[in-house]
Protein backbone atom coordinates (compact mmCIF):
# COMPACT_ATOMS: atom_id res chain seq x y z
CA UNK A 1 0.00 0.00 0.00
CA UNK A 2 1.14 3.48 -0.79
CA UNK A 3 0.30 6.93 -0.23
CA UNK A 4 1.31 9.52 -2.63
CA UNK A 5 2.14 12.00 -0.34
CA UNK A 6 4.35 9.71 2.15
CA UNK A 7 5.99 7.10 -0.09
CA UNK A 8 5.82 3.49 0.48
CA UNK A 9 3.88 2.51 4.05
CA UNK A 10 6.17 0.12 5.86
CA UNK A 11 4.76 -3.87 6.37
CA UNK A 12 4.04 -3.60 10.28
CA UNK A 13 2.68 -7.41 10.07
CA UNK A 14 -0.07 -6.34 12.29
CA UNK A 15 2.23 -5.37 15.18
CA UNK A 16 1.77 -1.70 16.72
CA UNK A 17 4.55 -0.12 19.13
CA UNK A 18 2.97 1.09 22.25
CA UNK A 19 6.13 2.62 23.99
CA UNK A 20 9.50 2.22 23.23
CA UNK A 21 12.63 2.19 25.95
CA UNK A 22 16.56 2.08 25.82
CA UNK A 23 17.37 -0.92 28.03
CA UNK A 24 20.85 -1.17 27.70
CA UNK A 25 23.66 0.71 25.60
CA UNK A 26 27.69 0.32 24.61
CA UNK A 27 30.06 0.82 22.09
CA UNK A 28 28.58 -2.53 19.91
CA UNK A 29 25.22 -2.86 20.98
CA UNK A 30 21.80 -1.58 22.27
CA UNK A 31 19.26 -3.52 23.53
CA UNK A 32 15.76 -1.61 23.38
CA UNK A 33 12.96 -3.25 24.85
CA UNK A 34 9.22 -2.83 23.12
CA UNK A 35 5.61 -2.72 24.58
CA UNK A 36 3.76 -3.78 21.76
CA UNK A 37 0.42 -4.64 20.37
CA UNK A 38 0.70 -8.43 18.83
CA UNK A 39 -1.67 -8.85 15.43
CA UNK A 40 -4.77 -10.42 17.88
CA UNK A 41 -4.87 -7.44 19.70
CA UNK A 42 -3.12 -8.71 22.91
CA UNK A 43 -0.54 -6.40 24.59
CA UNK A 44 3.11 -7.85 24.55
CA UNK A 45 6.85 -7.45 25.18
CA UNK A 46 9.67 -7.42 22.73
CA UNK A 47 13.21 -7.12 23.35
CA UNK A 48 15.08 -5.67 20.33
CA UNK A 49 18.91 -5.74 20.06
CA UNK A 50 20.46 -3.28 17.44
CA UNK A 51 23.67 -3.89 16.16
CA UNK A 52 25.78 -2.07 13.40
CA UNK A 53 26.02 -3.92 9.68
CA UNK A 54 28.68 -6.51 9.34
CA UNK A 55 30.58 -8.52 6.59
CA UNK A 56 32.06 -11.90 6.76
CA UNK A 57 34.18 -12.83 4.15
CA UNK A 58 35.26 -15.94 2.15
CA UNK A 59 39.12 -16.22 1.08
CA UNK A 60 39.29 -18.21 -1.87
CA UNK A 61 42.91 -19.63 -2.80
CA UNK A 62 43.12 -20.70 -6.66
CA UNK A 63 46.17 -23.24 -6.86
CA UNK A 64 47.33 -25.85 -9.05
CA UNK A 65 46.14 -28.85 -6.51
CA UNK A 66 42.39 -27.00 -6.35
CA UNK A 67 40.76 -24.33 -3.86
CA UNK A 68 41.93 -23.46 -0.64
CA UNK A 69 39.78 -21.14 1.71
CA UNK A 70 41.55 -19.64 4.67
CA UNK A 71 39.77 -20.44 8.06
CA UNK A 72 39.99 -18.51 11.27
CA UNK A 73 39.84 -19.93 14.86
CA UNK A 74 38.87 -17.56 17.52
CA UNK A 75 37.60 -17.97 20.85
CA UNK A 76 33.85 -16.68 22.02
CA UNK A 77 33.70 -15.74 25.04
CA UNK A 78 29.90 -16.21 25.40
CA UNK A 79 30.13 -19.92 24.59
CA UNK A 80 33.00 -20.96 26.19
CA UNK A 81 34.87 -22.05 23.15
CA UNK A 82 37.10 -21.88 20.08
CA UNK A 83 35.48 -21.80 16.97
CA UNK A 84 35.67 -22.26 12.68
CA UNK A 85 34.41 -19.06 11.02
CA UNK A 86 35.33 -16.99 8.06
CA UNK A 87 36.88 -13.48 8.78
CA UNK A 88 33.91 -11.07 9.90
CA UNK A 89 33.48 -7.91 11.79
CA UNK A 90 32.16 -4.47 11.25
CA UNK A 91 33.06 -0.88 11.82
CA UNK A 92 31.87 0.44 15.00
CA UNK A 93 33.58 3.84 14.29
CA UNK A 94 32.78 4.20 11.02
CA UNK A 95 28.82 2.73 10.68
CA UNK A 96 28.32 4.52 7.16
CA UNK A 97 31.58 3.03 5.45
CA UNK A 98 30.60 0.75 2.03
CA UNK A 99 30.68 -2.93 2.81
CA UNK A 100 33.09 -3.14 0.42
CA UNK A 101 35.88 -1.15 2.45
CA UNK A 102 34.91 -2.81 5.40
CA UNK A 103 35.05 -6.28 3.93
CA UNK A 104 38.52 -5.06 2.62
CA UNK A 105 39.44 -3.91 5.77
CA UNK A 106 37.99 -6.88 7.91
CA UNK A 107 40.02 -9.31 5.98
CA UNK A 108 43.70 -7.56 5.75
CA UNK A 109 42.86 -7.20 10.18
CA UNK A 110 42.45 -11.03 10.95
CA UNK A 111 43.97 -12.76 8.31
CA UNK A 112 46.51 -9.86 6.77
CA UNK A 113 45.25 -10.97 3.10
CA UNK A 114 44.86 -8.84 0.35
CA UNK A 115 42.15 -9.42 -1.99
CA UNK A 116 42.56 -8.29 -5.66
CA UNK A 117 38.53 -9.08 -6.35
CA UNK A 118 36.07 -8.88 -3.60
CA UNK A 119 32.59 -10.11 -4.92
CA UNK A 120 29.42 -9.21 -2.96
CA UNK A 121 27.33 -12.58 -2.39
CA UNK A 122 24.17 -11.31 -1.16
CA UNK A 123 22.33 -9.90 2.18
CA UNK A 124 21.25 -12.02 5.27
CA UNK A 125 20.16 -11.62 8.40
CA UNK A 126 21.69 -12.57 11.64
CA UNK A 127 19.00 -13.34 13.95
CA UNK A 128 16.01 -11.23 12.83
CA UNK A 129 13.79 -12.57 15.49
CA UNK A 130 15.80 -10.97 18.05
CA UNK A 131 18.38 -8.21 16.28
CA UNK A 132 17.73 -5.82 13.87
CA UNK A 133 21.84 -6.77 12.49
CA UNK A 134 22.32 -7.37 8.73
CA UNK A 135 25.75 -8.49 6.88
CA UNK A 136 26.82 -8.88 3.71
CA UNK A 137 28.95 -12.03 2.47
CA UNK A 138 31.56 -11.55 -0.24
CA UNK A 139 33.81 -14.02 -2.17
CA UNK A 140 37.83 -13.01 -1.91
CA UNK A 141 39.89 -14.12 -4.74
CA UNK A 142 43.35 -12.69 -6.26
CA UNK A 143 44.92 -13.28 -2.59
CA UNK A 144 48.04 -11.81 -1.37
CA UNK A 145 49.52 -12.68 2.01
CA UNK A 146 50.67 -9.37 4.17
CA UNK A 147 50.92 -8.32 7.51
CA UNK A 148 47.82 -8.90 9.92
CA UNK A 149 46.45 -5.51 12.09
CA UNK A 150 44.81 -7.47 14.97
CA UNK A 151 42.76 -5.34 17.10
CA UNK A 152 43.38 -6.14 21.36
CA UNK A 153 40.10 -8.35 20.85
CA UNK A 154 41.29 -10.48 18.26
CA UNK A 155 45.28 -11.46 19.07
CA UNK A 156 43.74 -14.97 20.01
CA UNK A 157 42.82 -15.42 16.51
CA UNK A 158 44.82 -17.92 13.97
CA UNK A 159 44.29 -18.16 10.11
CA UNK A 160 44.48 -22.21 9.13
CA UNK A 161 44.20 -22.47 4.84
CA UNK A 162 42.06 -25.56 4.42
CA UNK A 163 40.75 -27.75 1.05
CA UNK A 164 37.34 -26.09 -0.18
CA UNK A 165 36.05 -29.86 0.26
CA UNK A 166 37.59 -30.18 3.96
CA UNK A 167 35.69 -26.88 4.79
CA UNK A 168 32.02 -28.85 3.67
CA UNK A 169 33.45 -31.38 5.41
CA UNK A 170 33.41 -29.16 8.62
CA UNK A 171 30.22 -28.03 8.04
CA UNK A 172 28.46 -31.48 7.19
CA UNK A 173 30.06 -33.17 10.10
CA UNK A 174 29.34 -30.18 12.89
CA UNK A 175 33.20 -28.86 13.63
CA UNK A 176 31.91 -25.08 12.02
CA UNK A 177 29.04 -24.36 14.04
CA UNK A 178 29.09 -20.54 12.46
CA UNK A 179 25.64 -20.09 11.66
CA UNK A 180 27.16 -16.84 9.63
CA UNK A 181 30.05 -18.75 8.26
CA UNK A 182 27.40 -21.37 6.92
CA UNK A 183 25.30 -18.63 5.38
CA UNK A 184 28.02 -16.94 3.66
CA UNK A 185 29.08 -20.28 2.46
CA UNK A 186 25.51 -21.28 1.25
CA UNK A 187 24.95 -18.34 -0.79
CA UNK A 188 28.30 -18.48 -2.46
CA UNK A 189 27.48 -21.95 -3.58
CA UNK A 190 24.05 -20.74 -4.54
CA UNK A 191 25.91 -18.61 -7.06
CA UNK A 192 27.92 -20.95 -8.26
CA UNK A 193 31.33 -19.66 -7.41
CA UNK A 194 32.93 -22.30 -5.30
Given at each position: ?46 G??E ?5 V ?41 P?E?V????L ?14 G ?5 A ?29 T ?36
Amino acid sequence: MTDSSSGPTPDAGGFVTVSSRLAYENPWTRVREDIIIRPNGRKGLYGVVERGDFVVIMPVWEEAQGRSVTLIRQYRYPIGQRMWELPMGMWENRPDAPAEDVARGELREETGLRAATMRDAGLMYQGAGYTTQKGRAYLATGLTQGPTEREDTEEDITCHKVPLEEMEAMIRDGRITCMVTIAAFGLIRARRWI
